[in-house]
């Protein structure tokens, strides 16, 4: 009886594949030189409007600032704000972040990059009257450092590095996981992959023509009008300073995928249960189920933590930091 053969990539895949400009501080040097030089404008500027919100200028000057706080934060100056706030996982990832930053950091790209997330948050419990803001800047960054790890397209490219032996052990795996954004193993072997933290081909859902309520936002002229030397930024990728969130994250839009085929199949199937179905949802949401089946559109995304937690047989793992990725284990 065959049983199934499965393998789990992370990062230390693509470092061995691409070199140095996909480790942390050459990323890091990669998303400063191109702020400092005004490109990312354009991610900090609201639909509609000239100026961006924080210029490059800004941008590093603010990065820059941040090495003193986070100084504090190793200090422990900001552990009651932090209590305050109630976050446990945000305790959590505090805690790992003073274990591991043990000596002062004295350069922006000592820090790990999701770890800024924790910072701004932690940098914004102090100013309260901005925290609402969190999720903007949080998104600003997210496309500066998807940008970076893109590396002008050379990771799609990463594939030509891949020799015939190494080529043929991924082909051997019944089932490929990857935390990878970059689509190198798929493009190596022809297998389908799936990748637990979203990826570069996908575009993200508010701005998928093929998603209902990308596909609403985009009807109504509510849809993000990126440059085309950005369109890699609108991906699905999954970026946070907690795996845990990560987790939560992708595994509810799992549930929404799932939950929507579902719904389409009661629409083709049994139009009276659907209608009764709609009649118990608010307007807004109406509007989003009766785009989706008319148009035979997806909703969420599948994530594939639950064919990753259903997995039977062996699992290799290759290049995860443990670290970092705890919510996988």
Same mark, same amino acid.
């Given at each position: 009886?065959?049983?199934?053969?499965?393998?789990?990539?992370?990062?230390?895949?693509?470092?061995?594949?691409?070199?140095?400009?996909?480790?942390?501080? *050459?990323?890091?040097?990669?998303?400063?030189?191109?702020?400092?030089?005004?490109?990312?404008?354009?991610?900090?500027?609201?639909?509609?409007?000239?100026?961006?919100?924080?210029?490059?200028?800004?941008?590093?000057?603010?990065?820059?600032?941040?090495?003193?706080?986070?100084?504090?934060?190793?200090?422990?100056? $900001?552990?009651?704000?932090?209590?305050?706030?109630?976050?446990?996982?945000?305790?959590?990832?505090?805690?790992?972040?003073?274990?591991?930053?043990?000596?002062?950091?004295?350069?922006?790209?000592?820090?790990?990059?999701?770890? *800024?997330?924790?910072?701004?948050?932690? $940098?914004?419990?102090?100013?309260?009257?901005?925290?609402?803001?969190?999720?903007?800047?949080?998104?600003?960054?997210?496309?500066?450092?998807?940008?970076?790890?893109?590396?002008?397209?050379?990771?799609?490219?990463?594939?030509?590095?891949?020799?015939?032996?190494?080529?043929?052990?991924?082909?051997?795996?019944?089932?490929?996981?990857?935390?990878? $954004?970059?689509?190198?193993?798929?493009?190596?072997?022809?297998?389908?992959?799936?990748?637990?933290?979203?990826?570069?081909?996908?575009?993200?859902?508010?701005?998928?023509?093929?998603?209902?309520?990308?596909?609403?936002?985009?009807?109504?002229?509510?849809?993000?009008?990126?440059?085309?030397?950005?369109?890699?930024?609108?991906?699905?990728?999954?970026?946070?300073?907690?795996?845990?969130?990560?987790?939560?994250?992708?595994?509810?839009?799992?549930?929404?995928?799932?939950?929507?085929?579902?719904?389409?199949?009661?629409?083709?199937?049994?139009?009276?249960? #659907?209608?009764?179905?709609?009649?118990?949802?608010?307007?807004?949401?109406?509007?989003?189920?009766?785009?989706?089946?008319?148009?035979?559109?997806?909703?969420?995304?599948? #994530?594939?933590?639950?064919?990753?937690?259903?997995?039977?047989?062996?699992?290799?793992?290759?290049?995860?930091?443990?670290?970092?990725?705890?919510?996988?284990?």
């Amino acid at each position: 009886m065959h049983k199934p053969r499965s393998l789990l990539i992370g990062n230390g895949f693509d470092v061995q594949l691409g070199g140095d400009d996909y480790l942390n501080k *050459w990323i890091i040097v990669r998303m400063l030189a191109k702020a400092k030089m005004g490109k990312y404008d354009i991610l900090f500027t609201k639909k509609g409007e000239k100026a961006p919100l924080i210029t490059g200028d800004e941008i590093i000057t603010l990065l820059n600032n941040l090495i003193k706080f986070a100084n504090d934060i190793r200090e422990d100056i $900001y552990d009651d704000a932090v209590a305050e706030y109630g976050d446990k996982e945000l305790k959590e990832t505090l805690q790992d972040f003073k274990n591991y930053h043990d000596v002062p950091i004295t350069s922006i790209e000592e820090i790990g990059m999701e770890n *800024w997330f924790m910072i701004f948050l932690i $940098y914004l419990l102090t100013q309260k009257d901005i925290l609402d803001q969190y999720e903007l800047v949080k998104q600003g960054f997210e496309r500066m450092i998807c940008d970076a790890i893109f590396c002008e397209g050379n990771i799609q490219s990463l594939h030509r590095h891949i020799n015939k032996n190494a080529k043929s052990f991924l082909i051997e795996h019944d089932n490929i996981f990857t935390l990878n $954004y970059g689509n190198e193993i798929e493009r190596a072997t022809g297998k389908t992959v799936f990748h637990l933290h979203g990826d570069f081909s996908s575009n993200h859902p508010s701005e998928d023509e093929r998603n209902a309520i990308g596909f609403l936002r985009i009807q109504k002229g509510e849809n993000i009008d990126l440059p085309l030397e950005f369109q890699h930024c609108n991906n699905t990728a999954i970026l946070d300073f907690s795996g845990n969130k990560k987790y939560r994250y992708a595994t509810s839009m799992t549930k929404a995928h799932c939950e929507f085929e579902r719904i389409k199949l009661m629409a083709h199937e049994n139009q009276e249960n #659907y209608i009764q179905f709609l009649d118990k949802i608010p307007p807004e949401h109406q509007e989003i189920v009766k785009a989706g089946v008319e148009n035979d559109l997806s909703l969420g995304v599948d #994530y594939y933590f639950e064919k990753l937690e259903n997995l039977t047989g062996k699992l290799e793992i290759i290049g995860i930091a443990p670290q970092n990725d705890n919510h996988i284990f």
